[in-house]
Protein backbone atom coordinates (compact mmCIF):
# COMPACT_ATOMS: atom_id res chain seq x y z
CA UNK A 1 0.00 0.00 0.00
CA UNK A 2 1.13 3.36 -0.89
CA UNK A 3 1.99 6.03 1.68
CA UNK A 4 2.24 9.58 1.53
CA UNK A 5 4.96 11.11 3.63
CA UNK A 6 5.33 14.95 4.56
CA UNK A 7 8.02 16.60 6.00
CA UNK A 8 6.41 19.34 7.66
CA UNK A 9 7.26 23.08 7.80
CA UNK A 10 8.61 24.04 4.20
CA UNK A 11 6.94 27.08 3.08
CA UNK A 12 5.10 26.73 -0.45
CA UNK A 13 5.94 29.43 -3.14
CA UNK A 14 4.92 28.68 -7.22
CA UNK A 15 2.39 27.86 -9.59
CA UNK A 16 0.06 25.35 -9.34
CA UNK A 17 -2.01 24.36 -12.14
CA UNK A 18 -5.67 22.97 -11.47
CA UNK A 19 -6.90 19.89 -13.17
CA UNK A 20 -10.12 19.63 -14.64
CA UNK A 21 -13.31 18.87 -12.12
CA UNK A 22 -13.55 15.33 -11.03
CA UNK A 23 -17.18 15.87 -10.24
CA UNK A 24 -17.84 17.79 -13.44
CA UNK A 25 -16.17 15.06 -15.60
CA UNK A 26 -18.01 11.76 -13.77
CA UNK A 27 -21.55 13.85 -15.11
CA UNK A 28 -20.75 14.52 -18.40
CA UNK A 29 -18.78 11.29 -18.90
CA UNK A 30 -22.66 9.97 -18.25
CA UNK A 31 -23.90 12.28 -20.52
CA UNK A 32 -21.92 10.64 -23.43
CA UNK A 33 -24.94 7.46 -23.30
CA UNK A 34 -26.98 10.13 -23.91
CA UNK A 35 -26.40 10.17 -28.00
CA UNK A 36 -25.05 7.65 -30.36
CA UNK A 37 -22.64 10.39 -31.61
CA UNK A 38 -18.78 10.97 -29.82
CA UNK A 39 -19.18 13.20 -26.89
CA UNK A 40 -14.96 14.73 -26.29
CA UNK A 41 -13.90 15.82 -22.98
CA UNK A 42 -10.73 18.23 -23.16
CA UNK A 43 -8.99 19.19 -19.81
CA UNK A 44 -10.35 15.70 -18.51
CA UNK A 45 -8.43 14.73 -14.95
CA UNK A 46 -6.81 11.34 -15.01
CA UNK A 47 -8.04 9.52 -11.59
CA UNK A 48 -8.96 6.85 -9.99
CA UNK A 49 -12.59 7.93 -10.54
CA UNK A 50 -12.78 9.05 -13.73
CA UNK A 51 -11.02 5.42 -14.48
CA UNK A 52 -13.27 3.35 -12.85
CA UNK A 53 -16.01 5.78 -14.50
CA UNK A 54 -14.62 5.18 -17.75
CA UNK A 55 -15.04 0.92 -17.07
CA UNK A 56 -18.31 1.43 -16.11
CA UNK A 57 -19.37 3.21 -19.19
CA UNK A 58 -17.25 0.22 -21.65
CA UNK A 59 -19.12 -2.25 -20.00
CA UNK A 60 -22.60 -0.29 -20.97
CA UNK A 61 -21.08 -0.31 -24.14
CA UNK A 62 -19.17 2.96 -24.34
CA UNK A 63 -16.09 3.24 -26.87
CA UNK A 64 -13.53 5.26 -25.31
CA UNK A 65 -10.27 7.05 -26.94
CA UNK A 66 -8.63 8.21 -23.87
CA UNK A 67 -5.18 10.58 -24.74
CA UNK A 68 -4.05 11.15 -21.15
CA UNK A 69 -1.21 13.10 -22.04
CA UNK A 70 -3.15 15.91 -23.92
CA UNK A 71 -6.14 15.02 -21.35
CA UNK A 72 -8.58 14.57 -23.76
CA UNK A 73 -11.07 11.46 -23.48
CA UNK A 74 -13.34 10.55 -26.74
CA UNK A 75 -17.22 8.67 -25.51
CA UNK A 76 -18.67 6.98 -28.68
CA UNK A 77 -22.09 4.90 -27.57
CA UNK A 78 -23.27 4.26 -30.91
CA UNK A 79 -25.46 1.48 -29.17
CA UNK A 80 -25.83 0.22 -25.38
CA UNK A 81 -24.49 -2.85 -25.17
CA UNK A 82 -25.94 -3.52 -21.04
CA UNK A 83 -28.48 -1.33 -19.17
CA UNK A 84 -26.81 -2.75 -16.18
CA UNK A 85 -24.70 -1.40 -13.53
CA UNK A 86 -23.83 -4.14 -10.86
CA UNK A 87 -23.53 -3.43 -7.53
CA UNK A 88 -19.89 -4.08 -7.21
CA UNK A 89 -19.19 -1.05 -9.53
CA UNK A 90 -21.96 1.35 -7.91
CA UNK A 91 -20.90 0.55 -4.50
CA UNK A 92 -16.90 1.61 -5.20
CA UNK A 93 -18.22 4.82 -6.67
CA UNK A 94 -21.35 6.40 -6.06
CA UNK A 95 -21.54 8.65 -9.12
CA UNK A 96 -21.90 5.84 -11.56
CA UNK A 97 -25.40 5.50 -9.92
CA UNK A 98 -25.99 8.56 -12.16
CA UNK A 99 -25.76 6.11 -15.55
CA UNK A 100 -29.42 5.06 -14.43
CA UNK A 101 -30.91 8.69 -16.19
CA UNK A 102 -29.49 8.96 -19.15
CA UNK A 103 -30.10 5.08 -19.88
CA UNK A 104 -33.88 5.18 -19.04
CA UNK A 105 -33.82 8.42 -21.02
CA UNK A 106 -32.06 6.65 -23.93
CA UNK A 107 -33.24 3.39 -24.33
CA UNK A 108 -36.33 3.05 -21.52
CA UNK A 109 -35.08 1.16 -19.21
CA UNK A 110 -32.36 0.71 -16.89
CA UNK A 111 -31.17 -2.21 -13.63
CA UNK A 112 -28.89 -0.20 -11.72
CA UNK A 113 -27.97 -0.89 -8.33
CA UNK A 114 -28.53 1.38 -5.03
CA UNK A 115 -25.24 2.61 -4.01
CA UNK A 116 -25.78 2.35 -0.38
CA UNK A 117 -24.23 4.27 2.57
CA UNK A 118 -20.56 5.83 2.87
CA UNK A 119 -18.14 7.11 5.21
CA UNK A 120 -19.59 10.75 5.20
CA UNK A 121 -22.73 9.65 6.25
CA UNK A 122 -26.17 7.27 4.73
CA UNK A 123 -26.65 9.59 1.34
CA UNK A 124 -30.12 8.06 -0.17
CA UNK A 125 -30.94 8.36 -3.45
CA UNK A 126 -34.71 9.02 -3.00
CA UNK A 127 -34.93 12.72 -4.94
CA UNK A 128 -33.46 10.91 -8.26
CA UNK A 129 -35.90 8.38 -8.05
CA UNK A 130 -38.54 10.75 -7.06
CA UNK A 131 -37.38 13.09 -9.91
CA UNK A 132 -38.01 9.85 -12.41
CA UNK A 133 -41.31 8.86 -11.34
CA UNK A 134 -42.47 12.15 -11.92
CA UNK A 135 -41.46 12.06 -15.26
CA UNK A 136 -43.47 8.73 -15.79
CA UNK A 137 -40.99 5.91 -15.41
CA UNK A 138 -41.54 3.17 -12.95
CA UNK A 139 -39.35 2.27 -10.32
CA UNK A 140 -39.24 -0.80 -8.45
CA UNK A 141 -36.46 -1.57 -5.74
CA UNK A 142 -35.25 -5.17 -5.87
CA UNK A 143 -32.76 -7.17 -4.37
CA UNK A 144 -30.24 -3.88 -3.77
CA UNK A 145 -31.36 -2.80 -7.51
CA UNK A 146 -33.20 -0.03 -8.68
CA UNK A 147 -35.20 -1.49 -11.71
CA UNK A 148 -36.29 1.68 -13.97
CA UNK A 149 -38.68 1.35 -16.94
CA UNK A 150 -40.45 4.04 -19.04
CA UNK A 151 -41.12 1.92 -22.05
CA UNK A 152 -42.78 4.80 -24.06
CA UNK A 153 -39.76 7.25 -22.89
CA UNK A 154 -39.78 9.44 -20.17
CA UNK A 155 -42.47 12.76 -20.00
CA UNK A 156 -41.62 16.16 -19.02
CA UNK A 157 -42.65 17.15 -15.53
CA UNK A 158 -42.44 19.97 -12.52
CA UNK A 159 -40.25 18.58 -10.17
CA UNK A 160 -39.87 20.82 -6.92
CA UNK A 161 -36.78 19.29 -4.69
CA UNK A 162 -37.68 19.75 -1.30
CA UNK A 163 -33.89 20.15 -0.41
CA UNK A 164 -30.74 21.04 -2.62
CA UNK A 165 -29.42 18.13 -4.06
CA UNK A 166 -26.36 18.40 -6.52
CA UNK A 167 -26.96 14.55 -7.89
CA UNK A 168 -30.41 14.85 -8.33
CA UNK A 169 -30.18 18.12 -10.10
CA UNK A 170 -27.61 17.03 -12.70
CA UNK A 171 -29.48 13.58 -12.60
CA UNK A 172 -33.06 14.47 -13.45
CA UNK A 173 -30.99 17.35 -16.36
CA UNK A 174 -29.37 14.74 -17.77
CA UNK A 175 -32.90 12.50 -18.34
CA UNK A 176 -35.34 15.59 -19.39
CA UNK A 177 -32.89 15.82 -22.06
CA UNK A 178 -34.71 13.60 -24.26
CA UNK A 179 -37.81 13.64 -22.07
CA UNK A 180 -41.28 14.51 -24.05
CA UNK A 181 -42.01 18.71 -23.06
CA UNK A 182 -40.88 20.58 -20.80
CA UNK A 183 -39.18 20.05 -17.45
CA UNK A 184 -38.78 22.40 -14.55
CA UNK A 185 -36.56 21.92 -11.96
CA UNK A 186 -37.49 23.94 -8.89
CA UNK A 187 -34.71 24.33 -5.86
CA UNK A 188 -31.93 23.03 -8.10
CA UNK A 189 -28.46 23.39 -6.86
CA UNK A 190 -26.71 26.13 -8.24
CA UNK A 191 -22.94 24.05 -7.88
CA UNK A 192 -20.91 25.50 -11.11
CA UNK A 193 -21.03 21.75 -12.26
CA UNK A 194 -24.26 22.35 -12.95
CA UNK A 195 -23.61 24.98 -15.18
CA UNK A 196 -20.75 22.64 -16.89
CA UNK A 197 -22.91 19.69 -17.65
CA UNK A 198 -25.59 21.87 -18.99
CA UNK A 199 -23.23 23.82 -21.35
CA UNK A 200 -22.23 20.46 -22.33
CA UNK A 201 -25.44 19.48 -22.99
CA UNK A 202 -26.69 22.13 -24.92
CA UNK A 203 -23.20 21.76 -27.28
CA UNK A 204 -25.19 18.60 -27.84
CA UNK A 205 -27.96 20.29 -28.79
CA UNK A 206 -30.14 20.52 -25.87
CA UNK A 207 -32.19 22.53 -24.90
CA UNK A 208 -31.13 23.66 -21.12
CA UNK A 209 -32.03 27.06 -19.68
CA UNK A 210 -31.20 28.88 -16.32
CA UNK A 211 -28.45 26.51 -14.99
CA UNK A 212 -26.69 28.00 -12.03
CA UNK A 213 -30.28 29.19 -10.45
CA UNK A 214 -32.50 27.98 -8.48
CA UNK A 215 -35.22 26.85 -11.58
CA UNK A 216 -33.99 25.09 -14.15
CA UNK A 217 -35.86 24.72 -17.36
CA UNK A 218 -35.01 21.49 -19.83
CA UNK A 219 -36.99 21.58 -23.42
CA UNK A 220 -37.01 17.77 -24.19
CA UNK A 221 -35.29 16.38 -27.54
CA UNK A 222 -36.08 13.77 -29.66
CA UNK A 223 -32.34 13.39 -29.82
CA UNK A 224 -28.98 14.89 -29.23
CA UNK A 225 -25.51 14.83 -31.19
CA UNK A 226 -22.14 14.42 -30.50
CA UNK A 227 -19.57 17.57 -29.29
CA UNK A 228 -16.62 18.86 -27.78
CA UNK A 229 -16.25 20.44 -24.17
CA UNK A 230 -14.16 21.80 -22.04
CA UNK A 231 -14.22 20.32 -18.39
CA UNK A 232 -14.38 23.19 -16.26
CA UNK A 233 -11.29 23.78 -13.51
CA UNK A 234 -11.99 21.54 -10.13
CA UNK A 235 -12.94 24.21 -7.51
CA UNK A 236 -12.16 21.90 -4.65
CA UNK A 237 -8.68 20.98 -5.52
CA UNK A 238 -8.26 24.71 -6.11
CA UNK A 239 -9.50 25.71 -2.81
CA UNK A 240 -7.38 22.79 -1.07
CA UNK A 241 -4.21 24.21 -3.01
CA UNK A 242 -5.17 27.81 -1.35
CA UNK A 243 -5.87 26.59 1.83
CA UNK A 244 -2.20 24.56 1.81
CA UNK A 245 -0.96 27.67 1.09
CA UNK A 246 -2.26 29.81 3.48
CA UNK A 247 -2.04 27.10 5.84
CA UNK A 248 2.06 26.59 5.25
CA UNK A 249 2.67 30.13 3.86
CA UNK A 250 4.23 31.22 1.26
CA UNK A 251 2.88 32.63 -1.94
CA UNK A 252 1.00 30.14 -4.72
CA UNK A 253 -0.43 30.48 -7.75
CA UNK A 254 -3.59 28.79 -8.74
CA UNK A 255 -3.71 28.46 -12.27
CA UNK A 256 -6.55 28.62 -14.29
CA UNK A 257 -8.37 28.29 -10.76
CA UNK A 258 -11.78 30.22 -11.01
CA UNK A 259 -12.44 33.21 -8.27
CA UNK A 260 -16.23 33.12 -9.52
CA UNK A 261 -16.80 29.71 -7.99
CA UNK A 262 -14.90 29.92 -4.83
CA UNK A 263 -16.49 33.69 -3.65
CA UNK A 264 -16.97 31.56 -0.07
CA UNK A 265 -13.58 30.34 0.36
CA UNK A 266 -11.84 33.84 -0.67
CA UNK A 267 -13.77 35.38 1.93
CA UNK A 268 -12.65 32.60 4.35
CA UNK A 269 -9.46 32.74 3.65
CA UNK A 270 -9.41 36.29 3.80
CA UNK A 271 -10.94 36.26 7.33
CA UNK A 272 -8.14 33.68 8.31
CA UNK A 273 -5.55 36.50 7.90
CA UNK A 274 -4.48 35.20 3.87
CA UNK A 275 -4.24 37.43 0.75
CA UNK A 276 -6.18 36.79 -1.88
CA UNK A 277 -5.85 38.21 -5.21
CA UNK A 278 -7.65 37.22 -8.49
CA UNK A 279 -7.67 37.27 -12.48
CA UNK A 280 -8.98 36.08 -15.38
CA UNK A 281 -6.01 33.41 -15.46
CA UNK A 282 -6.45 31.82 -12.04
CA UNK A 283 -5.88 33.07 -7.97
CA UNK A 284 -3.02 33.78 -6.07
CA UNK A 285 -2.59 33.44 -1.92
CA UNK A 286 -0.22 34.41 0.11
CA UNK A 287 0.35 34.18 3.94
CA UNK A 288 2.92 35.67 5.57
CA UNK A 289 4.58 35.31 8.76
CA UNK A 290 2.14 35.20 12.52
CA UNK A 291 -0.56 32.95 13.17
CA UNK A 292 -3.98 33.42 11.26
CA UNK A 293 -7.35 34.05 12.97
CA UNK A 294 -9.97 32.20 13.68
CA UNK A 295 -12.97 31.78 11.59
CA UNK A 296 -16.25 30.21 12.16
CA UNK A 297 -18.15 28.84 9.58
CA UNK A 298 -21.26 26.55 8.00
CA UNK A 299 -20.99 24.90 5.22
CA UNK A 300 -24.19 25.19 2.58
CA UNK A 301 -24.92 24.39 -0.84
CA UNK A 302 -23.07 27.09 -3.56
CA UNK A 303 -22.59 29.57 -3.41
CA UNK A 304 -22.55 29.17 0.08
CA UNK A 305 -19.41 27.27 1.63
CA UNK A 306 -18.60 23.43 0.49
CA UNK A 307 -18.45 20.73 2.26
CA UNK A 308 -16.20 19.46 -0.07
CA UNK A 309 -13.24 21.91 1.60
CA UNK A 310 -14.82 22.14 5.26
CA UNK A 311 -11.73 19.00 6.64
CA UNK A 312 -8.95 21.16 4.64
CA UNK A 313 -10.35 24.45 6.45
CA UNK A 314 -10.45 22.42 9.84
CA UNK A 315 -6.83 21.62 8.86
CA UNK A 316 -5.44 25.28 8.72
CA UNK A 317 -7.88 26.36 11.56
CA UNK A 318 -6.08 23.99 14.16
CA UNK A 319 -2.89 26.55 14.61
CA UNK A 320 -5.09 29.59 14.67
CA UNK A 321 -5.18 32.37 17.47
CA UNK A 322 -8.56 31.79 19.21
CA UNK A 323 -11.67 28.93 18.42
CA UNK A 324 -13.67 28.38 15.61
CA UNK A 325 -16.91 26.74 15.30
CA UNK A 326 -17.45 24.57 12.25
CA UNK A 327 -21.20 23.31 10.99
CA UNK A 328 -21.69 20.77 8.81
CA UNK A 329 -24.67 20.76 7.79
CA UNK A 330 -24.86 18.85 4.26
CA UNK A 331 -23.49 15.43 5.26
CA UNK A 332 -24.14 13.59 8.73
CA UNK A 333 -20.99 12.04 9.68
CA UNK A 334 -18.07 14.83 7.76
CA UNK A 335 -15.91 14.75 10.57
CA UNK A 336 -13.66 11.97 10.79
CA UNK A 337 -10.39 13.69 10.06
CA UNK A 338 -10.99 15.53 13.41
CA UNK A 339 -9.91 12.65 15.19
CA UNK A 340 -6.72 11.90 13.02
CA UNK A 341 -6.07 15.62 12.94
CA UNK A 342 -5.69 15.38 16.78
CA UNK A 343 -3.32 12.68 16.79
CA UNK A 344 -0.89 15.66 15.24
CA UNK A 345 -1.98 17.84 18.29
CA UNK A 346 -5.18 19.23 17.13
CA UNK A 347 -7.92 20.30 19.74
CA UNK A 348 -11.43 19.57 18.32
CA UNK A 349 -14.22 18.55 19.99
CA UNK A 350 -16.98 16.91 18.10
CA UNK A 351 -20.70 17.46 19.21
CA UNK A 352 -23.41 16.13 16.36
CA UNK A 353 -23.22 18.41 13.57
CA UNK A 354 -20.42 20.84 15.63
CA UNK A 355 -16.95 20.97 15.30
CA UNK A 356 -15.26 23.18 17.96
CA UNK A 357 -11.38 23.59 17.26
CA UNK A 358 -9.35 25.60 19.28
CA UNK A 359 -5.95 26.67 17.72
CA UNK A 360 -2.91 25.48 19.16
CA UNK A 361 0.68 26.71 18.33
CA UNK A 362 2.06 23.93 16.72
CA UNK A 363 1.51 20.46 14.71
CA UNK A 364 3.70 17.57 15.28
CA UNK A 365 3.81 15.14 12.64
CA UNK A 366 2.52 11.59 13.92
CA UNK A 367 1.37 8.62 11.62
CA UNK A 368 -2.71 9.16 10.31
CA UNK A 369 -5.22 7.04 8.59
CA UNK A 370 -7.32 8.51 5.84
CA UNK A 371 -10.81 7.98 5.75
CA UNK A 372 -11.73 9.89 2.75
CA UNK A 373 -10.88 11.93 -0.03
CA UNK A 374 -11.49 14.99 1.33
CA UNK A 375 -10.09 13.90 4.58
CA UNK A 376 -7.20 12.62 3.41
CA UNK A 377 -6.04 15.70 1.68
CA UNK A 378 -6.65 17.64 4.90
CA UNK A 379 -3.82 15.21 6.72
CA UNK A 380 -1.64 16.81 3.81
CA UNK A 381 -2.35 19.60 4.76
CA UNK A 382 -2.13 19.31 8.08
CA UNK A 383 1.28 17.72 7.83
CA UNK A 384 2.39 20.60 5.64
CA UNK A 385 1.92 22.61 9.03
CA UNK A 386 3.32 20.07 11.33
CA UNK A 387 6.70 19.79 13.08
CA UNK A 388 8.65 16.71 11.72
CA UNK A 389 7.28 14.04 9.79
CA UNK A 390 3.53 12.68 8.70
CA UNK A 391 2.97 9.43 7.47
CA UNK A 392 -0.85 9.26 5.70
CA UNK A 393 -1.55 5.85 5.39
CA UNK A 394 -4.86 4.54 2.92
CA UNK A 395 -3.67 7.09 0.24
CA UNK A 396 -6.04 5.41 -2.64
CA UNK A 397 -8.45 7.92 -1.28
CA UNK A 398 -6.15 10.33 -2.50
CA UNK A 399 -5.48 8.72 -6.04
CA UNK A 400 -9.56 9.23 -6.30
CA UNK A 401 -9.25 13.33 -6.82
CA UNK A 402 -6.60 14.76 -6.56
CA UNK A 403 -4.08 14.27 -9.94
CA UNK A 404 -0.05 14.11 -9.58
CA UNK A 405 -1.11 15.71 -5.61
CA UNK A 406 2.54 15.37 -4.34
CA UNK A 407 4.51 16.51 -7.96
CA UNK A 408 1.89 19.57 -7.36
CA UNK A 409 3.00 20.22 -4.29
CA UNK A 410 6.90 19.52 -4.76
CA UNK A 411 7.15 21.79 -7.48
CA UNK A 412 6.44 24.72 -4.89
CA UNK A 413 8.54 23.50 -2.37
CA UNK A 414 6.45 20.99 -0.63
CA UNK A 415 8.70 18.01 1.67
CA UNK A 416 5.86 15.39 -0.03
CA UNK A 417 6.66 11.66 -1.38
CA UNK A 418 4.85 8.84 -1.65
CA UNK A 419 6.43 5.47 -0.93
CA UNK A 420 5.59 1.59 -1.00
CA UNK A 421 5.28 -0.72 1.42
CA UNK A 422 4.32 -3.67 -0.47
CA UNK A 423 1.24 -4.40 1.06
CA UNK A 424 -1.99 -4.74 -1.56
CA UNK A 425 -4.25 -2.29 -2.17
CA UNK A 426 -7.58 -2.59 0.57
CA UNK A 427 -11.14 -2.77 -1.88
CA UNK A 428 -12.19 0.63 -0.89
CA UNK A 429 -15.84 2.00 -0.88
CA UNK A 430 -16.32 5.74 -1.84
CA UNK A 431 -17.26 8.72 -0.46
CA UNK A 432 -17.48 10.30 -3.88
C1 LIG B 1 -22.02 15.70 -4.74
O1 LIG B 1 -22.52 14.59 -4.05
C2 LIG B 1 -20.52 15.54 -4.79
N1 LIG B 1 -20.16 14.30 -5.50
C3 LIG B 1 -19.94 15.51 -3.39
O2 LIG B 1 -18.53 15.47 -3.48
C4 LIG B 1 -20.35 16.80 -2.67
O3 LIG B 1 -19.90 16.73 -1.33
C5 LIG B 1 -21.86 16.97 -2.70
O4 LIG B 1 -22.35 16.91 -4.06
C6 LIG B 1 -22.34 18.27 -2.09
O5 LIG B 1 -21.73 19.34 -2.72
C7 LIG B 1 -20.16 14.28 -6.82
O6 LIG B 1 -20.46 15.26 -7.50
C8 LIG B 1 -19.70 13.02 -7.46
P1 LIG B 1 -26.06 15.85 -2.76
P2 LIG B 1 -24.08 14.27 -4.09
O7 LIG B 1 -27.06 15.03 -3.49
O8 LIG B 1 -24.65 14.70 -5.38
C9 LIG B 1 -28.92 14.16 0.72
C10 LIG B 1 -16.37 14.60 -3.04
O9 LIG B 1 -15.62 14.56 -2.02
N2 LIG B 1 -29.68 13.45 -0.32
O10 LIG B 1 -26.02 17.32 -3.02
O11 LIG B 1 -24.25 12.86 -3.67
C11 LIG B 1 -27.49 13.63 0.88
O12 LIG B 1 -27.47 12.47 1.68
C12 LIG B 1 -17.85 14.31 -2.94
O13 LIG B 1 -15.94 14.86 -4.17
C13 LIG B 1 -30.84 12.78 0.01
O14 LIG B 1 -31.26 12.73 1.18
O15 LIG B 1 -24.60 15.25 -2.93
C14 LIG B 1 -26.80 14.82 1.49
O16 LIG B 1 -27.04 14.84 2.88
C15 LIG B 1 -18.27 13.84 -1.59
N3 LIG B 1 -31.55 12.16 -0.99
C16 LIG B 1 -27.50 16.01 0.82
O17 LIG B 1 -28.74 15.50 0.33
C17 LIG B 1 -31.14 12.21 -2.29
O18 LIG B 1 -31.81 11.62 -3.15
C18 LIG B 1 -26.75 16.65 -0.34
O19 LIG B 1 -26.29 15.62 -1.21
C19 LIG B 1 -29.96 12.91 -2.62
C20 LIG B 1 -29.24 13.53 -1.62
Known amino acids: MDQIVISGGARLNGVIPISGAKNSALKLMAAALLSDEPLTLTNMPHLADTRFMAGLMETLGVRIEWVKEASVASFHAPEIAST ?63 KAAALRGLKGAEISFPFVSVGATEHAMLAATLADGVTVLSNAAQEPEIGDLAACLNAMGADVRGAGTATIEIHGKTRLGGATHHVIADRIEAGTYAIAAAAAGGKVFLKGARADDLQALIGFLTDAGATVATSVEGIEVARGPGRLSPVSFDTAPHPGFPTDLQAQAMALLTTADGDSVIRETIFENRFMHAPELARLGADISVRGAEAQVRGVPTLFGAPVMATDLRASVSLVIAGLMAEGVTRIARVYHLDRGFERLEAKLAACGGQVKRTKDGAPEPATEDAA
Open 84 to 146: IAPYDLVRKMRASFNVLGPLLARVGHATVSLPGGCAIGARPVNLHLKAFEAMGADIHIERGYV
